[in-house]
Structure formats: C-alpha cells, structure tokens
C-alpha cells in the first residue's frame, strides 16, 4: 500500500513494484483509492470483462433475448372526472 503523497514522490519506485510484485493500492487519508496495475494485467482485466453490445450483435452467433430490460408492471391512474 502507498500513501498518495509518497506514491507521487516515488513514482518509478511504484512502477518497479507493480511490475514485479502486482497491483499496487494507493490510499488518500486512509480510504483505499486506487491501484496500479501492469500493462498486461489491464490488457487481461480488459479481455475478461463483459463484452461491449457492438461485439454481442456482431457476433456469429448473437444472442438477442437478453438484450431488453423487462417493463415494470405499473398501475395506472384512475382518470379525473371533469364535471
């Protein structure tokens, strides 16, 4: 874990652990905020995420019965009486 203050002052310090030893946390008054990662933990992370609704329509084999949320069943209003 780095403090932010010491992760700005020792940037490359930072880098060379990230790359060595994985994501590194980088706290602001305590409160976790972020974390570095590699380059190819990103690319990784990034590969393993949900895929965009381009690359589902463009696929060979598209899905398309999830695509549309339900509707909610509301109830409608009575209507006013104008007399």
């Not at 790359?19 to 905020?33: F, Y």
């Not at 381009?54 to 409608?76: D, I, M, T």
């Amino acid at each position: 874990m780095w403090q932010v203050q010491d992760a700005k002052s020792r940037f490359s310090e930072l880098l060379d652990a990230t790359i060595k030893t994985g994501p590194q946390i980088v706290t602001r008054r305590g409160i976790e905020t972020a974390v570095v990662v590699s380059i190819e933990e990103g690319n990784r992370l990034q590969r393993a995420a949900r895929p965009c609704l381009k690359s589902l329509l463009l696929a060979p084999g598209a899905r398309f019965e999830n695509l549309f949320a339900e509707r909610r069943h509301l109830r409608r209003r009575v209507p006013l009486e104008f007399k």
